[in-house]
């Protein structure tokens, strides 16, 4: 096909099809964080197999130079480094876009495309000539790939090899190899295609005061700068690189140079049930303790979350929501924790949500978690999904209030107990619905009882109705302080007295914001709710209020946000419309722009 | 109904420990369990052994999970922290409480229900984890609080009141515990007081997971005859292998044994323990020499008791294996646990 001649400069999506351990990952990271250090802003979404080595992974980067972060819904270029999966790669692409394939070996006739330009590079053979080890030919594979785009793309060089640098200062003879397969693919396609595509990058300043992280990872940072020291957990994907992360960075900051001390204790569990066990062992002893996990291990804790819930022992939990139920996909991310989450357990429970849309959330939220945690005495349940756990976001660089104080809530010290008259757990001092708490060992005037069977506000066991009942009461206004105490929701309004308006949490946030973009273009427009925190809070209710008609986004089949919003509220039904994304992969703007687009329609036509 | 406090009248005769607390200082609210019942005994036994080892009653935290056997922590030590935890995951809530803080005294009492089946996991892994802590298994063969059904503890012919005979094998903690490395593993009856306080005590003192397996007969539901775990059964069958005596530090050695006889070991805290045999050939100090000489007793029916197994010096607990601090996560201060604003900013190159 001739050539498009229009050139799409930092707007285009490329798309990498590859085969799982072949160590495609750090080329491909090494694609997005050359364009990151060009100043352009990107993003990356892997699409990977629960599978170890064999099986079709893909890699998704968006370049973006007006900073949309969500799927955009085409691929401008493939990569297409898997046979397995060829013929629907192929099929993937844009009208007008480009196909990659290694030419070393022959394809299928029947799979071509007139619409898009299909360009063929003998990258094994290239590699299999150049280096001896069968491994390093299978690595370096990628890094061919690598160098082709640079010219294809005008990727800088300079700031590729620097990258390589980096990422292999450990073992120098690495870069060597790897520079050279860049190199080797750099020079080939100087030489052979024309170069650069229409589809390329052009150096921006976009992307200063910005990193690259992973939800989990800066999770875990929040977990170490808001002071815990105990973690517990059961292996689980996608939420295992958080303890990985915590214990890396407490390796690095938690422990004495000299004696080899720890200033933490992680444990690994036998399984989710105990994981939640420990947190709450450790809380109740005077520690900040958490437990990252998924849905399956969320269904385990739930007996335990509501055992924390009536005896008010704080915990924090990260569940990096995936698809379910059960085994589900598990690499796979969604939104369908919610319900789960915010009445987890038996009996009258019901929990405090955080929702962090992005990485730099998981961080702040992280620490919001742990204090409310420990001002409400209660269960905080951070709702992450495998798309912000394990991908890595763009986002502004994380800060530190050096004055941070953490906010341990209500605990007693020796010298408080000391002067007291006398102490009784779950009596409401202060007319918050929040009792005062003790911990173990600390005075003998400290001393009560945890227990899950019926207490009274003494802490003493009770079978009594009155005495029971004066207890649960007073939790649900503990309830209503915490609605008062959750982060507000961020509301973007588009213009005085738009009638609809558009509802979400978490990872939603990067489509909305360029569907209402885009919409807005087209002279539509809606305001937006991004919820960050159940209880909702007052403005989430002005909200439903002010709005005619509002749509609520999630990435679930069952709509468990609307109901959510429905049984908390008693907002009419009527006035609420669902937009449900639940395939497993990170939605794109076009469920919302369609959606809202329709409404407008039917507006007009009426 | 609610719990019934125990009227507090100290007598003042009554002998005062280092602390000048008397041992009414270590007792709880009144038994609510049935009159006779073992754990009573048991409970007896740990207000005597808390009283004499002189420890504040606030650093001990009494740990359970759910059955009768998990009611009496509220029968003794009423001015420790207690966690009545959910059934079976006490152990986990033991952990979390040891890792946040380890200078408590972590007491757990649990039933072979509570252990041996909904909690079998969660017992195994404290075990296997060494978490520093006693954990007494107030062991009757049978649901007290459900009215009778067999426990995973119950022996093969054993009957139920209503006639129903047990075929599935027991399932014995003490076994387990020797087979997975456990590091203090003992077994007595409630009705034995003599031998089950220095186990208490010695297990307070031993560093690591230690395991107290108590035969406690159950008064209304396994007491009848064609029951394995009656008064009856189990003064006819106890077979006191090894005696344990407890010695504090520096305190000195008073009792006169011939050469030979005993065994001292040396606890973390300078206090010992002194194994007397009270079968020829028994040695508590080799794990396989000591399944094989359960098991062979077993074969006639006997339930081998005593400090059947100890070692003091080779197991790492969960600190040890952690590599924690000495002072207490929790009391850590918040200062030397954040890394700071210029931490965080110049650990953000490697995402940049």
């Known amino acids: ?218 999770a875990a940072l929040g977990c170490v700068y808001a002071g815990a020291t105990v973690g517990a957990w059961y292996p689980i994907t996608p939420s295992t690189s958080l303890m990985d992360a915590f214990k890396s960075f407490c390796e690095r900051y938690r422990k004495d140079p000299q004696t080899g001390e720890r200033k933490y204790c992680v444990v690994q569990a036998e399984d989710e049930l105990a994981a939640i066990g420990i947190v709450l062992g450790a809380t109740w002893s005077g520690a900040r303790a958490f437990t990252p996990t998924s849905g399956p291990g969320l269904s385990l804790m739930s007996e335990f979350l509501g055992f924390a819930y009536f005896t008010e022992l704080p915990a924090v939990l990260f569940d990096v929501q995936r698809v379910g139920p059960s085994t589900g996909m598990p690499t796979r991310t969604q939104q369908a924790d919610l319900l789960a989450a915010a009445y987890a357990s038996h ?104 227990r899950g069977s019926g207490h009274n506000q003494y802490g003493g066991y009770t079978e009594d109705s009155e005495e029971y009942r004066e207890v649960v009461d007073r939790l649900s206004k503990k309830w209503q302080t915490a609605a008062k105490l959750v982060p507000e929701p961020v509301i973007r309004r588009s ?112 | 109904m609610t719990s019934i406090a125990k009227p507090k009248i100290v007598h003042q005769g009554l002998r005062r420990n280092a602390l000048g607390l008397t041992v009414r200082d270590y007792e709880g609210g009144m038994s609510t369990l049935c009159a006779g019942c073992g754990h009573d005994s048991i409970t007896a036994a740990i207000v005597q052994a808390f009283f004499e080892l002189d420890i504040a009653p606030h650093s001990v935290a009494k740990m359970s999970g759910i059955g009768c056997s998990s009611k009496t922590p509220a029968y003794f030590l009423s001015a420790s922290h207690g966690f009545n935890s959910v059934h079976g995951r006490m152990p ?8 946040a803080n380890r200078e408590l005294y972590l007491l757990g009492v649990s039933g072979d229900g509570d252990s041996l089946s909904i909690g079998l996991g969660q017992f195994m892994h404290a075990l296997r984890r060494n978490l520093d802590m006693v954990y007494i298994i107030e062991n009757n063969g049978v649901y007290g609080l459900t009215k009778g059904q067999f426990s995973a503890s119950a022996d093969v012919g054993s009957e139920a009141k209503r006639g129903e005979v047990n075929q599935q094998p027991p399932i014995d903690p003490v076994q387990m515990a020797l087979a997975l490395g456990g590091s203090f593993v003992a077994r007595s009856f409630s009705g034995d007081k003599e031998q089950l306080v220095p186990l208490i005590k010695a297990g307070v003192r031993h560093r690591g997971f230690a395991l107290i397996d108590v035969l406690s007969p159950c008064v209304t539901f396994n007491d009848h005859e064609g029951s394995t775990k009656s008064y009856a059964h189990a003064r006819e069958f106890n077979h006191p292998a090894i005696h344990a005596d407890f010695v504090p530090p520096a305190a000195e ?71 924690t601090v000495s002072v207490p996560l929790a009391r850590l201060p918040y200062e030397e646990l954040c890394p700071g604003r210029d931490a965080l900013l110049a650990l953000q190159k490697r995402f940049r």
């Open chain 1, 1 to 218: 096909m001739a050539r498009q001649q229009k050139s799409r400069i930092n707007d285009f999506v490329l798309k990498i099809a590859n085969v799982n351990g072949t160590g495609s990952a750090s080329a491909n990271s090494l694609l997005m964080k050359t364009v990151f250090r060009m100043g352009i802003p990107v993003s990356g979404k892997n699409f990977f197999p629960s599978n170890i080595q064999g099986l079709p992974t893909w890699y998704e980067i968006r370049v973006s130079k007006d900073g949309y972060l969500a799927r955009s819904g085409s691929v401008d270029i493939m990569v297409a480094m898997n046979a397995q999966t060829y013929a629907r790669d192929l099929q993937e692409v844009a009208p007008g876009g480009v196909l990659l394939y290694d030419s070393t070996w022959p394809r299928d006739r029947l799979l071509s495309r007139a619409d898009i330009e299909v360009i063929g590079v003998p990258l094994a053979r290239m590699c299999n000539e150049r280096f001896a080890n069968a491994r390093t030919r299978i690595l370096m594979k990628n890094m061919a790939y690598v160098g082709v785009l640079a010219a294809l793309l005008e990727l800088d060089r300079d700031v590729i090899v620097e990258l390589i640098k980096e990422t292999f200062a450990r073992k120098p003879a690495l870069i060597e190899s790897n520079q050279q397969a860049i190199d080797l693919g750099l020079d080939y396609a100087r030489e052979h295609l024309e170069c650069p595509l229409p589809q390329r990058v052009k150096a921006l300043n976009k992307t200063t005061g910005h990193i690259m992280i992973d939800g989990n990872t800066a």
């Open chain 2, 92 to 99: 986990s809530i033991a952990t979390g409480a040891s890792a």
């Open chain 1, 495 to 606: 213009r005085k007295g738009a009638a609809v308006g558009v509802i979400a949490v978490g990872s939603c946030d990067a489509a909305i914001e360029e569907a209402l973009d885009r919409l807005a273009a087209k002279g539509i427009h809606a305001d937006y709710c991004r919820i960050r925190a159940f209880p909702f809070g007052k403005k989430v209710r002005q909200f439903l209020e002010q709005h005619e008609h509002v749509f609520v986004v999630e990435q679930n089949r069952d709509a468990q946000l609307k109901t959510l919003l429905l049984a908390e509220t008693q907002h009419s039904p009527a006035r609420l419309q669902s937009i449900l994304h639940y395939g497993g992969l990170p939605m794109d703007h076009r469920c919302v722009t369609e959606a809202l687009e329709q409404h407008a329609a039917r507006g007009v036509a009426a």
């Open chain 2, 253 to 323: 050695i008073k009792a006169s044994y011939e050469e030979g006889d005993v065994l001292p070991v040396e606890l973390h805290d300078g206090s010992r323990v002194l194994l007397r045999k009270v079968a020829m050939g028994y040695d508590a100090s080799n794990r396989g020499a000591a399944i094989e000489y359960i098991r062979a007793r077993q074969r006639d029916g006997e339930v081998v008791t005593g400090l059947l197994y100890i070692d003091e010096k080779t197991g790492l607990d969960l600190h040890g294996i952690n590599g």
């Open chain 1, 347 to 450: 009996g009258d429970t019901k929990h405090v949500l955080l929702f962090p849309r992005d990485p730099h959330e998981c961080f702040e939220l992280a620490v919001t978690a742990f204090d409310l945690a420990d001002r409400l005495q209660t269960p905080v349940i951070v709702l992450s999904d495998l798309d912000i756990g394990m991908n890595d976001w763009l986002c502004p660089e994380l800060d530190w209030d050096p004055a941070y104080q953490p906010d341990r809530g209500k605990v007693l010290s020796a010298a408080d107990l000391e002067t007291a008259k006398s102490f009784h757990r779950y009596v409401d001092v202060h007319g918050d619905g929040i009792p005062q708490r003790t911990l173990p060992g600390v005075h003998p005037r400290g001393a009560y009882f945890v």
